[in-house]
C-alpha cells in the first residue's frame, strides 16, 4: 500500500480522535465567530493554522527541533483559551470590513491561527513519531499524516458551521450571545486541560 494511503486515515483519525479532544476545541473556537457566509474567511484562517503545524510537525519528525512533551501538552490548552478571550473581544469580526480596527483584527487574527499551529505540530508530531518508529524515509508518511489532518480539521469546521446555523437561524439564539457560550464553554474546557497540565 502506498505510504500516503497508509498514513492518511491515521491523520484523520487522530484529528478526529475524541481521546485527542485538545485539537478540536481549538478548530471550534477558530470556528465560533463565524458563519456560513463567511466560509472563505475560515478556510484562510484554517489554512494559517495547517502552515503553522505543517512546519513544526516536519521539523520535529525530522528531528531538527527538540519537542518537551510537557511543555507542549501545556500550551496547548493556552492556545485555546486565548483564542476564546479573542472570540469574546471580537464578536462583530464575522461581518462586512467596514473599518480598519475589524481588517486589524481580522489579520491578527490569522496570525495568531498560524502561531498556535506551530505549537499544535510539536503535539501532532508526538503521535506521528510513534508511529514512524524507525522509518527511513518520512516524507510520504508525513505529506499522508498532515493532508488527513487537514480533511479532518475542514469536518470539524462543517460540524461547527452547522451548529452555529443550527443555533442562530433555526432557534433564532442571536449569534453574540451564541458566541459568547460557545466560546465560554470551550474556554472552560481550556482552563481545566490547562490546570491538570501546569507545568510551574
Given at each position: 500500500m502506498n505510504e500516503i494511503q497508509l498514513y492518511f486515515p491515521l491523520g484523520l483519525e487522530h484529528i478526529l480522535d475524541p481521546k485527542g479532544?485538545?485539537?478540536?476545541?481549538?478548530?471550534?473556537a477558530l470556528c465560533a465567530v463565524y458563519q456560513?457566509?463567511?466560509?472563505?474567511?475560515?478556510?484562510?484562517?484554517?489554512?494559517?493554522?495547517?502552515?503553522?503545524?505543517?512546519?513544526?510537525?516536519?521539523?520535529a519528525t525530522y528531528k531538527i527541533v527538540p519537542i518537551h512533551s510537557d511543555i507542549v501538552e501545556f500550551l496547548i490548552p493556552v492556545t485555546i483559551f486565548l483564542t476564546c478571550i479573542f472570540n469574546f473581544f471580537n464578536?462583530?469580526?464575522?461581518?462586512?470590513?467596514?473599518?480598519?480596527?475589524?481588517?486589524?483584527?481580522i489579520a491578527l487574527r490569522y496570525v495568531?491561527?498560524?502561531?498556535?499551529?506551530?505549537?499544535?505540530?510539536?503535539g501532532f508530531s508526538n503521535y506521528l513519531s510513534s508511529l514512524l518508529g524507525k522509518e527511513s524515509n518520512i516524507t510520504l508518511p508525513l505529506l499522508g499524516f498532515n493532508v488527513g489532518l487537514e480533511i479532518?480539521?475542514?469536518?470539524?469546521?462543517?460540524?461547527?458551521?452547522?451548529?452555529?446555523?443550527?443555533?442562530?437561524?433555526?432557534?433564532?439564539?442571536?449569534?453574540?450571545e451564541w458566541n459568547l457560550i460557545l466560546s465560554g464553554m470551550v474556554a472552560g474546557v481550556a482552563l481545566t486541560l490547562i490546570a491538570d497540565k501546569w507545568i510551574f
Open positions: 479532544y485538545d485539537h478540536i476545541l481549538f478548530v471550534i456560513w457566509a463567511s466560509w472563505k474567511r475560515i478556510v484562510w484562517l484554517v489554512t494559517a493554522f495547517t502552515l503553522g503545524h505543517s512546519v513544526t510537525l516536519a521539523l464578536q462583530s469580526i464575522d461581518k462586512p470590513l467596514r473599518t480598519d480596527n475589524r481588517q486589524n483584527a495568531l491561527a498560524a502561531g498556535f499551529g506551530l505549537i499544535h505540530g510539536l479532518g480539521q475542514f469536518v470539524i469546521v462543517i460540524i461547527t458551521l452547522l451548529l452555529n446555523y443550527l443555533i442562530v437561524k433555526i432557534l433564532q439564539v442571536k449569534f453574540r
